[in-house]
Every structure is written in structure tokens, then in C-alpha cells.
């Protein structure tokens, strides 16, 4: 469910990305950015702090995955993208697209280690409390509790490190917009 919500997703911030871009040229992609960031952080909180942790409680994960997907995927192919071919000279394009996934797969990288140490360290996790026979809730709280952390925290940074754009991207459209700028890129 997850994933077809991405795939959809990334059609339905592509779309939502383009209308608010008309409405407001300097920062409707930044807009549609944070709302796709924070709803991360709240469904991340959602996943794993809110909804019972049961089988009964499956077809709201379901749910909840679905509307996930459809919601955090925009930021790539609806913001990210979008805005970098604006303002970048065509000569720069394939290293700045570059750059732009690898600082984020950089980033992401450290998401698995952090959430076991915060699990274990913050958390009270016991790799030695697991019983695969008796109930370890315990641990599964503790691991729970640091996944929520490294999702819905790194959501919010990501969210607040796109407000800016919200001066610099009209400030970068307006220098791209100058003939001289323009000169220099044919030169």
C-alpha cells in the first residue's frame, strides 16, 4: 500500500506542485515541499505512537501507509527537480541533480544506526530481552519509539530547512531572469 501511494504520490504532488506554482510563482513548490515534509512527521507519529500496535489495527495501517506514500513523495519530482531546472544553467544541470541525491541518500544513510543506538541508548532496548517465544514488548516499544524519532524529527528539519526558498528561490528567479545572466549562460 505504502508503495502504490508513492507512485500515485509523485504524479499527485507533480500536479499539485504545478497548479500552486502558477498561484504563486515564488513559493507554491516550497509550499507543497513543507506540507509534503510535515505530513511525514505526522504520519510517521501516527504510525507508530497512535495506532494500536495489534491485528486488529491492520487495515488502518493500511491506510495510513497508503496516504503516507501519497503524501511524502512530492519533494523529489514536484519541488526539488522542478526548481533546479529553473534556476540552473543547463551546463550544471547533471551535477546539481547529482549532488542532490547524494546529499540526501548521504543523509539517510545514517538513519538505520542512529535508530538503533536511540532505541538502545535512549530507549532502554535489550537485544538480550527478545523472546521469540514470549511477548517482547518491551523491546518492540523501545524500537518504536527511536524509529518514530529518526522519521518524524529528520521531517521536521526538512521542513524548515526549505523556508528560505521561500525568499531565496524568488530572489535566484528574479537574477536568472536578467539578461546578463542569460549572456553568460550562452558564453
Known sequence: MFTTGQAIGSLVGGIVADKMSRIFPNSGRVMCAQFSVFMGAIFSIILLRIIPQSTSSYYIYLVILFLMGLTITWCG????????????????????????????VTFSSFGAPLVG???????????????????????????????????????????????????????????????????????
Not at 83 to 90: F, Q
Not at 91 to 101: C, G, K, L, Q
Open 117 to 187: 543506538i536511540m532505541s538502545e541508548k535512549v530507549f532502554g532496548f535489550d537485544a538480550k530481552g527478545i523472546d521469540n517465544i514470549k511477548d517482547s514488548g518491551r523491546e518492540a516499544e523501545a524500537l518504536s519509539k527511536g524509529i518514530m524519532w529518526m522519521m518524524a524529527v529528520p521531517f521536521v528539519l526538512c521542513g524548515l530547512c526549505y523556508t528560505p526558498l521561500h525568499y531565496l528561490f524568488r530572489k535566484d528567479r528574479k537574477i536568472d531572469r536578467t539578461p546578463s545572466s542569460r549572456e553568460a549562460e550562452i558564453i
Open 77 to 104: 519530482p514536484a519541488i526539488n527537480s522542478p526548481i533546479l531546472a529553473e534556476i540552473v544553467p543547463p551546463t550544471h544541470r547533471t551535477m546539481i541533480y547529482a549532488f542532490d541525491r547524494a546529499l540526501e
